[in-house]
């Protein structure tokens, strides 16, 4: 198991040399073992990938309530300046009529060009109308993401609490045991902690007792050591040393 290399290669490179040798038939072995720790562990990559799930829901929300507020707030503005203009062009037009009316009537010319203005605002009114009921569907929507995103957080943050009583402290290493015959691996998130665990454990293997410093390999908690990057920090190298000056 490639893992396995990896994890020797951890202590065999610090300590620069072969200490552990890999035979087909040694009685000590290494065994992974199904049982309610797994079963934990799978629970919690599930709830983990669903709340990463609605995370990306609400932020897909919040992303197009943004957008929408931008569009609204321009198409808004847009609407009270043609508004404003459309009122004062009324307004006007009504004046001129009024004036006309206590003159007895406008001449037929000035009675024609009255009209096409009155048609033209009548359009433009038609086109203001357009835009506001294209606002209030606007607002509808907002208010419809807005409730959609309070349900979406409301449930993330259930489940941020569920997922932290289940699964929120750090875990001690009991993803596996070394009994002086064998190496037992209980859980494992993926091939990473399953190369930490492993590391862990033949650490112990070589009578390495747990280490002070959160990011040692040999910590008793699991939670803040780089999986990405799997190395000894000097705690873990001090007792690697110890071990190997005792023996």
Not at 80 to 100: G, T
Not at 179 to 195: H, P
Not at 206 to 219: D, K, R, W
């Amino acid at each position: 198991m490639e893992e396995i290399k990896k994890a020797e290669a951890i202590w065999e490179g610090a300590a620069g040399k072969n200490i552990f040798e890999y035979k087909e038939d040694a009685p000590f072995t290494i065994n992974l073992i199904f049982d309610e720790r797994q079963i934990a562990t799978i629970e919690e990559k599930r709830l983990r990938s669903k709340l990463e799930s609605i995370q990306n829901s609400y932020e897909d929300i919040t992303a197009e309530h943004k957008e929408l507020v931008a569009d609204y707030k321009e198409e808004a503005l847009r609407y009270e300046e043609m508004l404003a203009s459309y009122n004062r062009d009324v307004s006007l037009l009504n004046q001129k009529i009024a004036a006309f009316n206590k003159k007895g009537g406008a001449p037929r010319a000035v009675y024609e060009e009255i009209q096409r203005e009155q048609e033209l605002i009548r359009k433009r009114g038609e086109v203001l109308e357009a835009m506001r009921l294209s606002l209030n569907q606007k607002v509808e929507e907002l208010n419809r993401l807005g409730k959609e995103g309070n349900t979406v957080a409301r449930t993330y943050n259930s489940g941020v609490v569920t997922y932290k009583s289940k699964f929120g402290e750090p875990r001690e290493f009991d993803q596996g045991d070394y009994t002086g015959k064998a190496i037992n691996i209980y859980q494992f998130d993926n091939l990473d902690s399953l190369e930490l665990v492993l590391a862990h454990e033949l650490g112990h293997a070589l009578t390495i007792g747990h280490v002070e410093n959160p990011q040692s390999l040999m910590y008793y908690l699991m939670g803040e050591q780089d999986l990405d990057h799997i190395k000894l920090t000097k705690e873990d190298k001090a007792a690697l040393q110890e071990a190997c000056r005792l023996k």
